[in-house]
């Protein structure tokens, strides 16, 4: 999951459908992302107030909306202050629901929306989880080039029907593997997978959005048939294994960034975590040396 998100209700919108999805739905283009946004206007009523560490602003005409949809406005207002009042970051946003499949495929493009039990939220990913999960992505595909058995997918939107209140729930994992065998459900011309099944699914953890990755999006990933699922938590240097077959609830490794990752998945692969984190240390460096 990419990174902090908190609440923030505005007033309501009707969402209007934008994307095809697999097996039916309404064109658009692109694979993971979403339609064109339009101008919305801004959203009305919006009250703001700096207290501590960071700023609110809360549209409160329509708090409980179940049609929400978020404005360019205040996306624009949602920011984080530091203590000096310097602004540091957009925060990502979460509108609660009930919202549905429907609602989620309306969602603007180029903006990384995923639907958590009803809820709609989006994030933005912070720089050096995007740099690992590229770095992950890039192992994974040297290694497919020699053993082809599947493809490596970055920030694919997936809807699984075939699992508990499906209508509820889309999920844009940060990388995956998929094996030749899910690919003839494969549609390049849909912006979201409907029935593939990836095997193996990686998420890189944020402080903020820890317990989606941990119980939310890990309790989907299960019901969906995902065999493996590698949570990377890149503060801590650990990597969490599950392996739902052996078991169901509980990670079946707790590795470190000092270790080498293997698969029974992709049996010649290994992923030599010093390496990756050697790449990475400029990052923590210039992190040490900022104000």
């Not at 409160?60 to 970051?89: D, H, I, V």
């Not at 995923?114 to 912070?126: F, K, Q």
């Not at 698969?263 to 030599?272: D, G, I």
């Amino acid at each position: 999951m990419r990174g902090r998100f908190w609440i923030l209700p505005s007033a309501s919108r009707t969402l209007s459908p934008v994307r095809k999805v697999v097996g039916g739905g309404v064109n658009a283009a692109g694979v993971g992302c979403r339609p064109p946004r339009r101008k919305d206007p801004p959203a009305g009523g919006a009250a703001g107030g700096l207290a501590g560490r960071w700023r609110v602003w809360v549209s409160w005409a329509a708090a409980f909306s179940p049609c929400w949809r978020p404005t360019a406005l205040a996306l624009r207002q949602g920011r984080r202050y530091a203590g000096n009042g310097r602004k540091e970051a957009t925060m990502p946003t979460m509108t609660l629901g009930p919202h549905t499949v429907k609602d989620w495929l309306a969602t603007p493009e180029g903006e990384h929306w995923e639907l958590i039990h009803g809820n709609l939220l989006m994030t933005e990913e912070a720089g050096d989880n995007s740099r690992l999960a590229w770095k992950i992505g890039v192992e994974l595909e040297k290694h497919l080039d020699t053993h082809p058995s599947g493809i490596v997918g970055r920030n694919i939107a997936f809807h699984f029907p075939g699992i508990l209140d499906a209508e509820r729930e889309g999920v844009v994992p940060d990388l995956c593997y998929i094996p030749n065998d899910q690919l003839d459900k494969w549609n390049g011309e849909a912006n979201v997978q409907e029935w593939v099944i990836p095997a193996l699914v990686v998420e890189i953890l944020s402080p903020s959005t820890a317990r989606i990755d941990l119980v939310d999006k890990m309790e989907i990933y299960r019901m969906a048939g995902v065999r493996e699922y590698w949570i990377f938590d890149r503060r801590e240097e650990t990597i969490r294994i599950y392996r739902f077959s052996e078991d169901a609830e509980k990670p079946v490794a707790l590795q470190t960034f000092e270790e080498t990752l293997r698969t029974p998945l992709l049996p010649e692969f290994s992923l030599e975590m010093p390496k990756i984190r050697q790449a990475l240390h400029l990052g923590k460096e210039e992190r040490k040396q900022s104000p």
